[in-house]
Every structure is written in structure tokens, then in C-alpha cells.
């Protein structure tokens, strides 16, 4: 307890008030639940960066995750500007700002990427003439991001998901048994407050819990950098084909929960669907320039799930694409099934300004009902030494008029952004988090639009390149 309550402290103490002005006055919260309902947070790719002060490296290598804050802080460092990753500064900025906001969360979902980008180029590069070693760094890197995250929300339990970057081996070569799996799943098993689920953690990175309020419920969580299709386990030439192991997982997990007349919602890293983005910066025929987030087999065996245990589950959490969207599963003949929410990053790296979002839900149902996104409105000025200003965004059910986020609700809100041109200029500075530079335009934005809709090779293909 006094461990967690002293990075507390020092997340708090990095923090400024999201008011908009540095007052005190705690903000009225823009979800106010009603008895029966609940608030939880989603944050998603901190990718914590321990190089942004090159000369604290060796430091930091020699000493335990305990003695981090205080060399931190010693080194007075800023937040990080766009283009690069999170920092202490920007991370404590963040999760003090999360906790500020006058609501009260029953728990928090972190959907991946905890380490920063070129991880292990830049340990070797800085570790000093006495390395401790990269596993060793990336291990404490990343059980220091999860005690800045408990020490801020102390006493609620919190779920972890494997990101791409999380692995020593390099990006998207999580490599499974591995000494960094291992090394962090004692400390997300005590966190979630159910260490007994976490049996088969350290073999794949992925588990089932129960939800930590709704009785019926599960969390599904996945390791879905497996799926990808730049996945390769370069540390393990025999590790076999741990994607096609965990697809045959979930299926019995959702069996399982069907079964005993429960209900799951699913936890990944890398969203189902379409990349929308890099369909729009590949050449060629439009049909050779779909780009799906994951590879074949598993895209397409997974919407088979979906579809198989329709009314089982209706909700995903996703992150990695750093931008803030949304996409809906569909029945064959086109009836909205799971809604598939795509959170913003805190990083700022892709030119996004950091973000992270509340959920209001039913506690007796799990429905999800509404979400407020904060967002930090002032990042150049934060960079050069700005008391950083976290805001308010947007509230989802003001903003786009839905009365929850249902699949069927966020379907509705998916047609008329296809269709209401004002709307689609909404989404469009939503995605980038209210960035100067947009990722969505007038000549890209139908990619986007079809996206959200159409989570099959097919599907998009048929919408995207009709008429082109």
C-alpha cells in the first residue's frame, strides 16, 4: 500500500488539473452516473520512454523500478513534443490528469504498447559501458509504466494487454514463454485482483478474468500480435504457431462463457478490421491496396466468432492505432453485432495529441453507454516548459446525437458520418485528437468511412473501390 501511494505522490505531483487553467477547483465531470452504473478508464500505447534524458540511462539500468521517480525527477525533464514518445513528464502529466477529473473509476483497461519506439537500438546505444541487459530493462520499463498506472489508481483493479512493442526480441516478435512475459505477469496478475486467472499467462501473454462488477461478465484478453502480418517470433525459430493456438483458445474461452450463461467482452492491442491508413499510402489497383490489420487466416476465423457467439460478445477495446475511431462487426446480412472501440494513444509520436477516455456502462449489464474523451490541448507549448492544459474533448453522446455506443448505435453513427458531410468534418478532428495536422480529408476520408462498417477484405473492398 505505501509503495502504490508513493507513486501516486509523484504521478500527482507531475500533473496539472485538466481545467483548462491551473486551478485547483476539481472540474464538474462530464459523466455523472446514475445508480446502476459505472465509470472505467481507457488508456492505450504510453509507450513509455526511458531514453528521453540519454544521460539518465545507466542510472536507471543499474537502480530497481523504486528509485525511478526520483532520478526522474531530479533531471527536470519536459513533455514530449510531437513525433516522439511519452516520457515521465507527459506520462505522469497524463494519468494525474485522468485521476483529476472528479469521477470515480471502478477499473482500468490498458490496451498495449507499454515500451517506447526503437526500444532496443536506443538501449544499446545509451546502456552505458556496463549494461545490466536489454531483457532486464525492458522488463522494469514496463512494470514502471503499470506503477505509475496502480500507484495513481490505487485500490481498483487493472487489466494489461500485450502491444507490439512490448517484446525484447524487437517490434512485433513477441515471442511466447519469454523472460519478458514472465517477467511482468506476477505484477498484472496482483493488479487484476485475480491472480488465479493468470495460469496460462506466461506461456502466450493472454488471459481470461472476470469482469470486476458485472457478475455475468468476462474479459477476454488477447495477445493479438500473433495475428499481425508482421508477427515473426525471431527468438524462438520453434515456437510454433502461437496465432492459430490462441484462436482455438478463444473459441473455448467463448464456449466456456456461453455456456454458463455469461457474457464477454474482448481486450486486444491491434483493432479487427481494415488499416484504413495504409490502404490510402500503398500504390497499385485499389483491391491490391486493401490493407487488413491482420493477417490470413486468423481476420477472417475471427469474424467467424464474432458471428458464432453473436450475443455472447458485443464489445472490443483496442488501441495501436494511436487515433481515435471506432468499427462494427457485422452479421452476414449486415446487422450490427459487436462495436469495436478504437481508443486514442497518449504517445505523441504520430502528430495525434495525447489523449485517453472515460466509458460510462451498466453495472448490471456491462452495456456501454457513453464516453468523454480528455485530451492534452496545448503539446507545443507543454514542450517548451507550458504548465500543460488537459480539456475536455468531446462527450461521444453529445457530439454525435446517439443516445449509447451499442453496436447498433455506433452503426447509426457510422452511416451518417458517411453521409453528413459536417459530421464527417467533426470525425475527422476528432480522429487526430484535435491535432493541427488531420489524418482524415476530403481525399482520403471515404477509406476511413468504410472502416467503420466493413471489417472484411471483402466487404471493404466492395465499398472502398466501387467505382474507382
Known amino acids: 500500500m505505501l509503495a502504490r501511494f508513493a507513486f501516486a505522490v509523484a504521478a500527482l505531483a507531475a500533473a496539472t488539473l485538466p481545467l483548462g487553467s491551473a486551478s485547483a477547483q476539481m472540474p464538474i465531470p462530464p459523466l455523472q452516473p446514475d445508480p446502476g452504473e459505472g465509470i472505467f478508464l481507457l488508456m492505450t500505447d504510453i509507450h513509455f520512454d526511458p531514453f528521453a534524458e540519454p544521460s539518465l540511462v545507466p542510472e536507471l539500468d543499474r537502480n530497481p523500478v523504486s528509485k525511478w521517480p526520483e532520478i526522474f525527477k531530479t533531471a527536470g525533464m519536459s513533455i514530449q513534443p510531437y513525433g516522439q514518445d511519452s516520457g515521465?513528464?507527459?506520462?505522469?502529466?497524463?494519468?494525474?490528469?485522468?485521476?483529476?477529473?472528479?469521477?470515480?473509476?471502478?477499473?482500468?483497461?490498458?490496451?498495449?504498447?507499454?515500451?517506447?519506439?526503437?526500444f532496443n537500438a536506443n538501449y544499446r546505444r545509451l546502456a552505458g559501458p556496463s549494461p545490466q541487459g536489454l531483457a532486464s530493462f525492458a522488463v522494469k520499463t514496463a512494470q514502471f509504466g503499470f506503477h505509475l498506472l496502480s500507484g495513481t489508481f490505487t485500490e481498483i483493479p487493472i487489466f494489461g494487454v500485450m502491444g507490439n512493442t512490448d517484446s525484447v526480441c524487437g517490434d512485433y516478435e513477441i515471442a511466447p514463454n519469454s523472460a519478458f512475459i514472465h517477467g511482468i505477469a506476477g505484477q498484472w496478475a496482483q493488479l487484476s485482483g485475480q491472480p488465479e486467472r493468470f495460469s496460462q499467462f506466461r506461456t502466450g501473454g493472454f488471459y481470461k478474468a472476470a469482469h470486476p462488477t458485472v457478475a455475468d461478465q468476462d474479459l477476454i484478453v488477447l495477445n493479438n500480435i500473433f495475428w499481425t502480418p508482421r508477427y515473426k517470433d525471431t527468438c524462438n525459430a520453434d515456437g510454433g504457431d502461437p496465432g492459430s493456438a490462441m484462436m482455438s483458445w478463444l473459441d473455448w474461452q467463448l464456449y466456456q462463457t456461453r455456456q454458463a450463461g455469461r457474457k464477454a467482452q474482448i481486450l486486444m492491442h491491434v483493432p479487427p478490421g481494415i488499416n484504413a491508413y495504409s490502404t490510402t499510402h500503398r500504390s497499385g489497383a485499389?483491391?491490391?491496396?486493401?490493407?487488413?490489420?491482420?493477417?490470413?487466416?486468423?481476420?477472417?476465423?475471427?469474424?467467424?466468432?464474432?458471428?458464432?457467439?453473436?450475443?455472447?460478445?458485443?464489445?472490443?477495446?483496442?488501441?495501436?492505432?494511436?487515433?481515435?475511431?471506432?468499427?462494427?462487426i457485422r452479421d452476414s446480412d449486415g446487422t450490427p453485432l459487436i462495436a469495436s472501440e478504437i481508443a486514442p494513444s497518449v504517445s505523441p509520436i504520430f502528430g495525434n495529441n495525447p489523449a485517453f477516455t472515460a466509458f460510462l456502462y451498466d453495472r448490471q449489464t456491462g452495456a456501454v453507454k457513453d464516453s468523454a474523451t480528455f485530451y492534452l490541448s496545448?503539446?507545443?507549448?507543454?514542450?517548451?516548459?507550458?504548465?500543460?492544459?488537459?480539456?475536455?474533448?468531446?462527450?461521444?453522446?453529445?457530439?454525435?446525437?446517439?443516445?449509447?455506443?451499442?453496436?447498433?448505435?455506433?452503426?447509426?453513427?457510422?452511416?451518417?458520418?458517411?453521409?453528413?458531410?459536417?459530421?464527417?468534418?467533426q470525425f475527422s478532428a476528432l480522429y487526430a485528437v484535435k491535432a493541427e495536422k488531420k489524418q482524415v480529408d476530403p481525399s482520403n476520408w471515404k477509406a476511413f468511412s468504410c472502416a467503420q462498417t466493413a471489417t472484411s477484405r471483402e466487404a471493404y473492398t466492395a465499398c472502398y473501390c466501387a467505382g474507382q
Open 88 to 118: 515521465y513528464a507527459l506520462t505522469t502529466s497524463a494519468l494525474g490528469a485522468a485521476a483529476a477529473q472528479g469521477m470515480t473509476y471502478d477499473y482500468v483497461l490498458y490496451t498495449g504498447d507499454y515500451l517506447s519506439h526503437g
Open 286 to 328: 485499389c483491391e491490391a491496396r486493401v490493407s487488413s490489420f491482420w493477417r490470413d487466416p486468423y481476420a477472417d476465423d475471427f469474424l467467424a466468432l464474432m458471428r458464432k457467439y453473436a450475443g455472447t460478445v458485443d464489445y472490443t477495446f483496442s488501441g495501436h492505432t494511436h487515433m481515435d475511431s471506432f468499427t462494427v
Open 378 to 425: 496545448n503539446l507545443e507549448a507543454a514542450a517548451k516548459g507550458t504548465e500543460p492544459e488537459w480539456r475536455l474533448e468531446y462527450v461521444y453522446s453529445k457530439t454525435y446525437s446517439t443516445k449509447d455506443l451499442s453496436p447498433a448505435s455506433r452503426a447509426d453513427v457510422a452511416e451518417r458520418i458517411s453521409n453528413d458531410a459536417p459530421l464527417r468534418q
